[in-house]
């Protein structure tokens, strides 16, 4: 007996590609390919073939960066959004989070990233050139930052904050404090000395 | 806003693919697709060629109905395997499990799954058919049955056992008691009930 144990050459080959993706282990990987040839061949050739007209065609709204199905992605096509307030994220997951909450009515611009020198990426690899170009415009009033409250998330805000500073822009973040339905006894010091200090008049919550 | 905050359709059709997979949900589904757009195209190209390929060529074995490349899969192709000696079991894992033992030196007979009314699954869904054939044929000397200890496992079991009687074959089923490792407290009264009817002399566990 090989150390291979797969029957088949073709199968060892499939699972190794789902083997790829993060999160998914070689067990898993065999469970879902095993699964997809549980199923109909057409199941199976829907499936890859989704996956390979996806990667072939999707395409990134030449203004923000986010993913689109046409060179400009329907949010900033949208006449009712107020491209004068930009907010800047991280990801398209983040677009899609901050869309869910229905409160912002500006457009997005999709970084990439976040400065990050231990994963090797540095400002060039991130779309920070074409938002200076925005700002520089004197289109843009007022830029959100919405990136990760971590130390690479910090570090790109202040790498943008001093870049912008020269413009006549105002550049504000998201707040950060308890989250609702927490619990102070179980927030972290960091987060709750914070939310002492920006402190808000009670109005302004009601 | 639509209720879909998927930025694209072509995004969105690849999620839902992912999501039909067990076990995947709509996060993880993005997480993955996302994943494969961050990739070159080309591996991406070659995840769903790969699985395209698979789903197309893939083969199972004539004879022990396991996942094959050829007609004949290569446990039966072996000379070397006892082929008077057949490993009932349900599926290609299991085949799989039991080779990385590499304490078993017959062929296999892959089921397909077990009797299970609830499911839908009856006699006529396995491989039964061919696997009586076999046994017919008067070539086969020991049928050992290694299912699952469900209740389906055990009616499948006593359904082939009722099959088999009148052929001059000898069935076994695989030892059942406390695995390896496991503590007395903790083992169910069921196995350890059986594993004390069951006693081995001494000398066989050296």
């Not at 993060?22 to 699964?35: D, F, M, S």
């Not at 096509?77 to 899609?96: H, K, P």
């Not at 999709?110 to 170009?133: C, F, K, R, W, Y």
């Amino acid at each position: 007996m090989t150390t291979s144990s797969y029957p088949s050459k073709l199968l060892e080959s499939a699972v190794n590609e789902f083997a790829k993706l993060p999160g998914i282990g070689k067990k898993t990987a065999l469970r879902l390919v095993l699964h997809l040839l549980r199923q109909e061949k057409e199941m199976a050739f829907k499936f890859a073939d989704t996956i390979h007209h996806m990667r072939q065609e999707i395409m990134y709204c030449k203004s923000c960066h986010n993913i689109s199905d046409s060179e400009t992605c329907h949010i900033c096509a949208d006449a009712n959004r107020d491209n004068t307030l930009i907010c800047v994220v991280e990801s398209i997951r983040d677009v899609m989070a901050i869309e869910s909450t229905q409160q912002f009515t500006g457009i997005y611009h999709v970084l990439g990233g976040v400065i990050s020198p231990m994963d090797g990426i540095g400002p060039d690899d991130l779309t920070i050139g074409p938002l200076l170009e925005k700002i520089k415009s004197g289109d843009v009033k007022e830029v959100i930052f919405a990136l990760s409250t971590t130390m690479e998330g910090d570090t790109t805000n202040f790498y943008l904050y001093k870049k912008f500073e020269k413009y006549n822009v105002a550049t504000t973040t998201i707040a950060r404090g308890v989250s609702i339905g927490d619990e102070l006894e179980y927030t972290d010091e960091v987060t709750l000395g914070r939310s002492l200090i920006n402190r808000l008049p009670f109005e302004k919550t009601l």
